[in-house]
């Protein structure tokens, strides 16, 4: 069942029927999906936008009617904070020491920076724009061997972690540890078989997905291929949680879509603007209650951005000089950090034999 539900989504000719896919972006009474409450109480870590969300209240989440824990929440991010992810994702996750589809090839010679030779006008940097595929971050995916091992670990990006963590934590999950991500990069012809993510030594701890860019068709089986799938659309900023028993289920992604959502471009001076203490006597600022965050409502000559972005990426972020290149990309493409936990609870490494 997996398997011909992927291959009617794949079809090019004649263009599948997607009127039965769901779409949580507006299809949020629908029968296939219960409303899920969020743990406000969580929002003063992220009232000054931290790593790019909105504050708590405006988020929506949802659970799949059959298939129990996985948890759907659609775009909770600012549009600043896409174009932060973003820019990790295709500048800093692509650098040594973490492995790239393209160390196979001999494709980057020692020291040279993926990003940057990408964005050299010549032959070679555009079609190795083309190439880049998967990234690994932490415990580094094996895709031979499918196992994860002391061997082939690096450095986890502490923002990602704090981000899944901080999540984690909203959506009521037990504290979570981020160890390894697969940042996936697709085009608009790419398409992801159907699996299910079973490397983890630790298969209770939900799995966290992240998407930014062209929307995907998203499908969820059950825990045998034998199951009919749910369809859903992925748009840029959505996130969904794999928890519960949809840890194990299978999935895959057999079409790339272009629906015309840049929800990352509507970034101006107020994008990400979330201040924790956006008025003191000092400043003269025109503020709005946002729930439990307020948002700044008055240009200042300075913005203020969320503390936990370098200057230097939001410099990328908000200059179109630097952004362009960024927003290009996205037209084609789309960007998946898919970021689990390998060790079980109160575990510091893996085992020898594993
Ligand atoms: O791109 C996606 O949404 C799914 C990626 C995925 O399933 C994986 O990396 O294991
Ligand atoms: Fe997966």
């Known amino acids: 069942m997996f398997k011909h539900d992927f291959k009617f989504y794949k079809r090019r000719r004649p263009p599948p029927d997607l009127s039965g896919v769901l779409d949580l972006s507006k299809d949020f009474c629908s029968s296939a999906v219960i409303a899920r409450r969020i743990n406000q109480t969580c929002d003063d870590m992220i009232r000054d936008g931290h790593w790019g969300l909105k504050p708590v209240d405006e988020w929506r989440m949802y659970e799949l009617t059959d298939r129990q824990g996985l948890l759907f929440i659609p775009n909770p991010f600012t549009a600043l904070g896409q174009r932060y992810w973003v820019c990790r994702c295709l500048k800093d996750f692509t650098c040594k020491p973490q492995k790239l589809n393209l160390d196979a090839h001999g494709d980057l010679q020692d020291g040279q920076k993926w990003w940057d030779t990408c964005m050299k006008d010549t032959e070679r940097g555009k079609s ?22 002391e061997d082939s670990r690096g450095p986890f990006p502490e923002d990602l972690a704090v981000l899944c963590q901080y ?38 701890a939900p799995l966290f997905s992240f998407s930014f860019g062209q929307s995907a068709l998203f499908l969820l089986g059950g825990l045998s291929v034998d199951e009919k799938p749910a369809a859903m659309f992925i748009h840029s900023g959505d996130i969904i949680i794999m928890s519960g028993v949809s840890r194990l289920c299978y999935h895959g992604i057999p079409r790339i879509l272009s629906m015309d959502k840049t929800p990352w471009n509507a970034v101006d001076s107020r994008a990400g603007c979330i201040q924790r203490e956006c008025c003191d006597d000092s400043v003269v600022c025109d503020t709005e209650d946002y729930g439990s965050a307020r948002r700044c409502r008055k240009e200042t000559n300075s913005t203020f951005y969320p503390s936990c972005f370098s200057s230097e990426i939001i410099h990328s972020c908000t200059e179109s000089y630097f952004w362009e290149p960024f927003g290009n990309y996205l037209r084609t493409s789309r960007i998946n950090m898919n970021v689990r936990q390998v060790l079980q609870p109160a575990m510091k490494s893996l085992p020898q034999q594993l």
């Open 128 to 149: 190795l724009l083309q190439k880049l595929r998967w990234v690994t971050l932490g415990y580094h995916h094996n895709w031979d061997t499918k196992l994860y091992s």
């Open 167 to 204: 999540i984690a934590r909203v959506v009521g999950l037990n504290d979570f540890s981020a160890e390894a991500a697969i940042v996936n990069y697709y085009h608009m012809d790419s398409t992801l078989a159907g699996h299910t993510d079973h490397s983890e030594l630790n298969k209770e």
